[in-house]
């Protein structure tokens, strides 16, 4: 199953000037399953160090010095580390701490080594133990569920992929091709991104086996809760992860997760479960400026789910109801929401921490509300997720009055338009927003 992210780490190994990788993003993503194909297929040897079920290797990094973690190593693999050839993989470095603090002297000591690390709860260690990565000694990589570019490589749906990075604003996209593409979008929207998910749908092509898959994972999530949890958070842990897919996109409240359990409570298990990777914040910003993350209020938010096929399984939505009506209809809109930011955060800099955000205003003559905002360069662009026409859009104008924003953009499963300063656009070309808007942006002035 190819990923984009494996460009990035061809790019990474033949970079002079290297640091060592630490991939992040939650369990079952596939961050393995990615290190170990691109060790396999770019390298002359792949070392694999897995420290939950090969615990004797924690001895190897008694010390900090990688002169000496190597050749205890390769003395415990029975295999030769060689630099420049080897890719050496610490798989599950959250159980060895000593690991994870080595990888800055790999750096200064052993630079021309090839080194990725990554864990399934690796986030717990880095904010919990007060880590410190000196910048300019590691580097992070952050990968997500399966974009729905991926996902259209995994069904070998190559012409598809080479339509939607050719289209641009000003097409008019044929009624068949529409309705194929949003064909496609579905079957995403049903099977979602998580590997296994996809896998199982690969293979026999039925949304049930997927299901199913979905329910196995969200079976593991919740015993990893014992993992990272005391016996007193761990029915916080239980309690919000089963209501978590009935409050996704809506103005997060404690009350609704459990309206006799304290707040503190609730909010530490909010944490765990977004330090995890299951759920991410969508966090309130007055969009006053650039970066939109200097404006953002910690107390107003909303949350989504780690990945779109979980959410309805675990909402346990009726397959034929995605599949035969408006996407932006069921649940009050909530799976819409919920598919747009998961893509948005697909295609941002896999460097960088994935962040959305909202604009909202709460003046009692004038409320309005945007969806999401989306950055490019030194601009905010509001997006709206709506099905309604541009007179419907009233938040959306407001926003592009007050802030003098020169393009908005609506998604839907309406076909792609550009009207004015309003771009309409197909959820199936969520991915190739900022290459439509390049174009439009660089002819208009601020």
Not at 154 to 170: F, G, I, N
Not at 431 to 442: A, H, M, S, V
Request: one cysteine or more.
């Amino acid at each position: 199953m190819r990923r984009h992210l494996e460009k990035e780490l061809i790019i990474w190994k033949n970079r002079p000037d290297k640091l060592p990788l630490i991939l992040r993003g939650a369990r079952q993503v596939g961050k393995s399953f990615l290190v170990e194909a691109f060790g396999k297929n770019h390298f002359e040897s792949l070392v694999t160090i897995n420290f939950e079920f090969e615990p004797a290797f924690r001895e190897c990094f008694a010390t900090l010095d990688p002169a000496k973690i190597i050749p205890a190593i390769e003395i415990l693999a029975n295999k030769t580390i060689q630099a420049g050839k080897t890719l050496l993989f610490l798989d599950e470095i959250q159980e060895c701490p000593q690991a994870l603090l080595s990888l800055r002297y790999f750096k200064e000591k052993m630079p021309e080594l090839h080194v990725i690390a990554a864990g399934s709860l690796l986030e717990f260690v880095i904010h919990e133990e007060e880590f410190s990565f000196p910048v300019g000694r590691i580097q992070f990589l952050y990968l997500k569920p399966l974009s729905f570019h991926e996902f259209l490589t995994a069904l070998d749906e190559t012409k598809s992929l080479d339509y939607l990075s050719q289209v641009e604003a000003k097409d008019k996209i044929g009624d068949s091709i529409h309705r194929h593409l949003l064909s496609l979008f579905r079957q995403y929207m049903l099977v979602g991104g998580m590997p296994a998910a996809v896998k199982a749908y690969l293979e026999q092509r039925s949304f049930l086996t997927a299901q199913r898959t979905h329910q196995v994972l969200l079976q593991t999530y919740q015993s990893d809760f014992g993992k990272y949890a005391t016996k007193a958070q761990f029915k916080y842990l239980q309690k919000f992860f089963e209501k978590a897919p009935a409050v996704v996109a809506q103005h997060f409240k404690y009350v609704e997760i459990d309206s006799e359990a304290r707040s503190r409570d609730l909010k530490t298990a909010l944490q765990q479960l977004v330090w995890a990777g299951l759920l991410y914040y969508v966090h309130e910003t007055n969009a006053s400026g650039i970066p939109l993350q200097a404006q953002i209020d910690d107390r107003k938010f909303k949350i989504l789910l780690l990945d779109i096929g979980l959410l309805q399984t675990a909402g346990r939505v009726d397959i034929q109801s995605v599949w035969e009506q408006d996407i932006l209809q069921i649940r009050a809109g909530s799976l819409a929401e919920q598919i747009v930011g998961q893509e948005l955060m697909a295609y941002q800099d896999c460097y960088e921490i994935p962040h959305l955000y909202f604009w909202k205003r709460e003046q009692k003559t004038s409320q309005a509300e945007v969806d999401y905002l989306f950055q490019i360069r030194d601009r905010s662009i509001p997006i709206e997720v709506k099905a309604g026409a541009l007179g419907r859009l009233k938040s959306l104008q407001l926003f592009m009055e007050e802030k003098k924003s020169t393009i908005g953009i609506k998604i839907s499963s309406a076909p792609l338009s550009l009207d004015g300063k309003l771009l309409s656009v197909p959820l199936y070309l969520i991915g190739e927003i900022p290459r439509l808007l390049d174009p439009i942006l660089n002819k208009r002035p601020h």
